[in-house]
C-alpha cells in the first residue's frame, strides 16, 4: 500500500517559548488586569462623582424610558426618534413642573413651621414625659430618655467655660476717696472700662472695640453675604446638575438604539446567544425593580401625605413624601409611622384647642383628656393601608419578583454601596447586586453543581 494513502494525524500544536510570551497573553494577568480596571473605573466614578452621578441619573432616565420613546417613535413615525425623545422631555418637564409647584409651597411652608415649633414640641416632650397622669414606672423610663435633649432653646448648648460676656458688666465703684489694697491706688471707674475693652477686643478680634454702629453693620454684612453666598452657591450647583441631566439625557435617549447594537456586535459568536440571554434577564430585573420602585413610591407617597393630614398629623405632607422617598430602600420606610405617632402625640400633648376627635368629651370642670388609642390607631391605619396597597397590589402588578433578591439583600446592598460611595454607590447598588445574583445562579452554581457531582474537573469559567 502506497504510504500517501495513509491518514495524516494532525500534529499538536507546539508550545510556545515562555520567553517569547507577552504579559498580556498570559491568561491569569489578563484577568487580573480586566478587574483592576473595573475597580479603577469604579474608583476614578467615585472620585469624579460630581460628573458620573448626574451621567448616571441621565443613563437611568434614558432607560427607563426608553419602551416609552420607542413607542412613541413607532406610533408617531413622522416625529422620528428625536421628536419622540423631545416629546418625552417636554411631557416629564410639565410633570416635574407640576409636581413642584403643588409640592413645594407646603414643603417649604411645614419645614419652616416644623423649625419654628422646635422649642415647644422639645417643652411638651418634657412635660409629658413627666405628667402625673403617667405611670410611674414609664415616667422614670421617659425621664432617662428626656434627658438627653436639648433645653429648647434656640442658642448651642456651649460649657459654661465657653461662654463670652456679650455686654459690658455693671461695675460697683466703692467712693473715690476709698483706697484699694494698702490704700496706694485709686479706683478708677472709667479706666477700668477701657481694660475690659481692651480685653474684649483681644478675645474677640473681629469686633468692634468702640461698639460702633459701623462694626456691628459691617459683621452683620459678613454674615448675610455668608449665608447668600452658600445660597447661592447651592442653586449653580443644583443648575449644573440639572443641565447636565437633560442634556446627557437627550443624547443617551436619542442614541440609544445605536448604542446597543454596538455593544451586541462585541459579543464573541460562539457564545452570542447565551450571553444575550443572560443579559435579557439582566435587563428584565433592573428595568423591573427601578421602574416598579419609582412607580410604587410614588404612590406611596400619596397615600402618606393624604392619609396623614385627613387624620391631623402636624407636617403630614413632608413626613408623607419623605416616608415614601425613603421607601425606596426596603425597610426604611417604616420609620414613618413611629415618627407620625410622636409628632401627633406632641401636637396634642400642647395644645390649648381640646376639640376634636382624638379629645373626650368635656366633664365639668375637668379637661378634656386624650384618647390615645385613636392617637395610634388612626395614624396605624393609614400605614395599614399603603402597605396592602404595595404588597397586594402595586408589587404583584409593576414590579413582581424583578430582581428575584431578597429586601434585606437589597436593603444590605443600599448600605454598603452608600458606605462605600455615597449617592454614586446607591445608585449601582442594585444594578450590580442584581447582576452579580444572575451570574451566580445562571453560570456558577451551574458549573459547580456538576463539579461536585464529577461530570466536570474545574468548576471555573475556562
Known amino acids: 500500500m502506497n504510504d500517501d494513502s495513509k491518514p495524516t ?51 437611568m432616565l434614558a432607560y ?29 418637564g410639565l410633570i416635574g413642573v407640576g409636581v413642584l409647584l403643588g409640592t413645594v409651597p407646603l414643603l417649604v411652608k411645614q419645614g419652616v413651621s416644623l423649625v419654628r415649633n422646635a422649642d415647644r414640641y422639645v417643652a411638651n416632650v418634657k412635660a409629658f414625659a413627666s405628667s402625673k397622669d403617667l405611670p410611674e414606672w414609664l415616667r422614670d423610663h421617659l425621664s432617662s430618655v428626656v434627658s438627653y435633649l436639648p433645653d429648647g432653646k434656640n442658642a448651642p448648648l456651649v460649657s459654661d467655660s465657653a461662654v463670652k460676656p456679650s455686654v459690658e458688666p455693671t461695675l460697683v465703684v466703692p467712693p ?9 491706688v485709686p479706683l478708677d471707674e472709667q479706666r477700668v472700662r ?23 453693620i459691617a459683621s452683620s454684612a459678613i454674615q448675610v453675604a455668608g449665608v447668600l453666598g452658600g445660597i447661592l452657591g447651592g442653586v449653580i450647583q443644583l443648575v449644573i446638575f440639572a443641565f447636565i441631566v437633560v442634556f446627557c439625557f437627550f443624547f443617551f435617549s436619542t442614541s440609544f438604539p445605536a448604542v446597543q447594537e454596538y455593544v451586541r456586535s462585541f459579543i464573541p459568536a460562539t457564545n452570542r446567544l447565551r450571553t444575550l440571554e443572560l443579559i435579557g434577564k439582566m435587563d428584565r430585573a433592573i428595568s423591573g425593580f427601578v421602574r416598579g420602585r419609582l412607580l410604587t413610591c410614588s404612590v406611596m407617597c400619596v397615600i402618606y401625605s393624604l392619609g396623614w393630614t385627613i387624620m391631623g398629623v402636624p407636617h403630614a405632607m413632608l413626613l408623607g413624601i419623605l416616608t415614601g422617598i425613603i421607601g425606596l430602600i426596603p425597610y426604611f ?60 397590589v402595586m408589587t404583584p402588578m409593576i414590579q413582581g419578583k424583578a430582581t428575584n433578591l431578597h429586601p434585606a439583600v437589597i436593603l444590605l446592598a443600599c448600605i454598603a454601596g452608600g458606605a462605600l460611595a455615597g449617592i454614586y454607590g446607591m445608585i449601582l447598588a442594585i444594578p450590580v447586586t442584581a447582576c452579580g445574583k444572575i451570574m451566580i445562579d445562571e453560570v456558577v452554581m451551574p458549573r459547580l453543581k456538576q463539579w461536585l457531582e464529577g461530570r466536570r474537573q474545574d468548576p471555573l469559567p475556562m
Do not use: C
Not at 487580573?32 to 448616571?56: A, H, Q
Not at 473715690?176 to 496706694?184: D, R
Not at 395610634?376 to 396597597?389: E, G, K, Y
Open 64 to 92: 427607563l424610558v426608553e419602551p416609552v420613546v420607542a413607542w412613541l417613535a413607532r406610533t408617531v413615525p413622522r416625529i422620528g426618534r428625536k421628536g419622540a425623545v423631545l416629546l418625552m422631555m417636554a411631557l416629564l
Open 333 to 392: 420606610s417604616a420609620i414613618g409611622l413611629p415618627l407620625a405617632w410622636l409628632l401627633l402625640a406632641i401636637e396634642l400633648t400642647g395644645t390649648k384647642d381640646r376639640s376634636g376627635w382624638y379629645f373626650a368629651e368635656a366633664v365639668a370642670g375637668a379637661v378634656p383628656a386624650i384618647i390615645w388609642w385613636k392617637v395610634l390607631v388612626f395614624p396605624w391605619i393609614v400605614n395599614f393601608i399603603a402597605q396592602s396597597t404595595e404588597d397586594y
Open 9 to 59: 494525524i494532525p500534529t499538536a500544536e507546539k508550545p510556545r517559548d515562555w520567553h517569547a510570551v507577552h504579559l498580556w497573553q498570559i491568561q491569569s494577568i489578563r484577568d487580573g488586569l480586566l478587574i483592576l480596571l473595573i475597580v479603577g473605573l469604579i474608583y476614578l466614578g467615585d472620585v469624579l462623582s460630581i460628573i458620573t452621578v448626574p451621567l448616571l441619573v441621565a443613563l
Open 176 to 184: 473715690e476717696n476709698k483706697n484699694v489694697a494698702h490704700g496706694s
Open 194 to 216: 477701657e481694660l475690659i475693652r481692651a480685653e474684649l477686643a483681644m478675645q474677640h478680634p473681629t469686633e468692634s472695640t468702640d461698639g460702633s454702629l459701623y462694626g456691628k
